[in-house]
């Protein structure tokens, strides 16, 4: 028998957990589907929550032909066998797992394909297709960013696959208690593949109980301890809402924030006891870069080794790597100035009226950019005394302003300090005198 992921996988656009913003009424995707005006498209995100979902969902809704290749492992005779059946019986859906690793043979002999529309490419990946994938399937795919799952829509699905009589765990009976429930969404961390096969794990294992006094109706109940049990993880307190999951990483990371090291210890053993080594992975650099900074950068790339060696030896051995980066943030100095300077200058890129680059600034490499007045004047700094000259690189509606505001809470960032404030009074003093 196929997992129960596999089986509950979606057959029409309705189907699809999630996503809402993608598949939602009046959203890009639902609006193609219905118009069956299909193009090719990248979707990105983490494992488990829908990628492959929405290409089955896609096809289903539209009624072509759907296949499934992988670009690591499956060859460039596969595709042909598509192609050949796509130019035989009109358009093919073909969802591509692991784009990210599709070779530039493969690649090439898939573009003119994707240009007659004959083959509509769903390419899936767990990598930023914008630094993974190759410029040229970039250019002829949209590309979508799916969300992790909401604890909400992960309790759907569940509650759709326990109804379902056909292809789910209807015939079992079986129901989850609250916290059985509860359990269950947060060891799944937003991966719905994962959560409907440790469902389907923890009903087949569980025994029915008689639940009327004629001892003739039976049922799987399992409690928050059975789902433990099943899934081989220590039962930690989670809130009836699903919450308790992402209160932990936040109290996490405000321990870091505030140095406390004895707190974070015990928030970081309870991600460990979860088994949830992704989300300690991607706080504690998040907490790295964002709270520690530039105060003490030698810390932020010790994180970042300690997240690698982690990944390599796991748990729980994994525990020791991390407790080291966590003691270290924890008793490092605080900065916050790079995230503040960056979400300045968001604001100004999200509020203001879009600001023109500096004619000097900009590419001259392409003939007929003299003409335009691109590049001219342009001083390259490497010709001048200590590799600097002053000019202004800001646009001129932004040429005063500041989005860097050091704190010097520590040498390190004395240091960036005093260099930021020498270098911008060189170049006010140096502009006023060119000027």
Not at 272 to 286: N, W, Y
Not at 306 to 333: D, F, H, K, W, Y
Not at 398 to 410: D, E, H, I, T, W
Request: with cysteine.
């Amino acid at each position: 028998m196929r997992p129960l992921a596999y089986r509950m996988r979606p057959t029409n656009i309705d189907e699809v957990v999630g996503q809402s913003h993608l598949v939602g009424p009046g959203k890009i995707i639902r609006r193609m589907v219905e118009a069956r005006l299909l193009s090719s498209m990248i979707l990105y995100g983490p494992p488990g929550i829908g990628k492959t979902s929405i290409a089955s969902a896609i096809a289903g809704s539209t009624k072509y032909a759907f296949r499934k290749l992988n670009a690591a492992t499956d060859s460039k005779k596969d595709l042909q066998i598509v192609a050949q059946e796509a130019k035989m019986s009109g358009t093919v859906i073909l969802l591509l797992d692991e784009i990210h690793r599709l070779d530039k043979t493969k690649q090439d002999f898939l573009l003119p394909l994707l240009e007659s529309g004959e083959i509509v490419l769903i390419g899936a990946t767990t990598e930023n297709p914008y630094i993974s994938i190759s410029p040229a399937i970039r250019s002829r795919c949209q590309i979508f960013e799916l969300e992790r799952l909401a604890p909400n829509d992960v309790k759907k699905a569940i509650s759709r696959a326990l109804d379902d009589e056909k292809n789910g765990l209807g015939k079992e009976n079986a129901s989850l208690t609250d916290d059985a429930l509860n359990l269950l969404v947060q060891k799944g961390n937003g991966d719905l593949r994962y959560t409907l096969n440790a469902l389907e794990l923890a009903v087949r294992s569980t025994k029915q109980e008689l639940i009327d006094e004629d001892q003739v109706t039976s049922k799987i109940i399992i409690d928050q301890e059975q789902m433990a049990d099943s899934l081989q993880t220590k039962v930690q307190s989670f809130d009836a809402r699903g919450d308790g999951h992402y209160d932990l990483i936040s109290a996490f990371q405000k321990s870091i924030r505030g140095s406390d090291t004895d707190a974070a210890l015990y928030y970081l053993a309870q991600l460990c006891e979860s088994g949830d080594l992704p989300a300690i992975f991607r706080r504690l650099l998040v907490i790295a870069y964002e709270d520690i900074g530039l105060a003490n950068p030698p810390a932020c790339q010790h994180a970042t080794s300690a997240v690698q060696a982690a990944q390599m030896v796991g748990l729980p051995e994994a525990r020791i790597i991390l407790a080291n980066a966590v003691i270290e943030l924890c008793l490092s100095p605080k900065s916050n100035s790079a995230i503040s300077a960056i979400d300045a200058a968001l604001n100004d890129v999200r509020n203001k009226p879009s600001a023109s680059i500096p004619d000097n600034l900009k590419d001259a490499h392409y003939k007929g950019a003299s003409k335009l007045g691109h590049g001219i004047n342009y001083l390259y700094p490497h010709d001048f005394a200590n590799d600097w000259i002053a000019q202004q690189y800001l646009p001129d509606s932004l040429k005063n302003q500041k989005y860097f505001n050091p704190k010097g809470n520590s040498k390190f960032e004395k240091a960036f300090k005093n260099q930021y404030e020498t270098l911008k009074r060189m170049q006010n003093d140096g502009l006023k005198t060119n000027n």
